[in-house]
Nanobody, 116 residues
Framework: QVQLVESGGGLVQAGGSLRLSCAAS????????MAWFRQAPGKERDFVAA????????SYADSVKGRFTISRDGAVNTVDLQMNSLKSEDTGVYYC?????????WGQGTQVTVSL
């Protein structure tokens, strides 16, 4: 089972940018569908963006389309989330997620705080 470790969170002003990275262990990383989710205080965990195995397709929540970009690098087993034009409503804990067949893994999360 793949192990996931997120990094890159922090405090940023509205309109700014952050880049999150998720490092994955395991030799079959390329075969996993990968995604980012986020959870705001007092709310459910929501889908943000996903990239299919081998990077064959990407998808985004409507709220982040045109501002966020998900990418993966099979050479170093990472999945990044570039976040631009950040808004206060983007604040939350961001989680990396991996899925293949009936197996799934979650990272521990990284906090993103967007101030006005």
């Amino acid at each position: 089972q793949v192990q996931l470790v997120e990094s890159g969170g922090g405090l940023v002003q509205a309109g700014g940018s952050l880049r999150l990275s998720c490092a994955a262990s395991g030799r079959t990383f390329a075969m996993y569908d990968m995604a980012w989710f986020r959870q705001a205080p007092g709310k459910e965990r929501d889908f943000v963006a996903a990239v299919r195995w081998m990077g064959i397709a990407t998808s985004y929540a409507d709220s982040v389309k045109g501002r966020f970009t998900i990418s993966r690098d099979g050479a170093v087993n990472t999945v990044d989330l570039q976040m631009n034009s950040l808004k206060s409503e983007d604040t939350g804990v961001y989680y990396c997620y991996a899925h293949i067949l009936r197996r799934e893994s979650w990272g521990q999360g990284t906090q993103v705080t967007v101030s006005l």
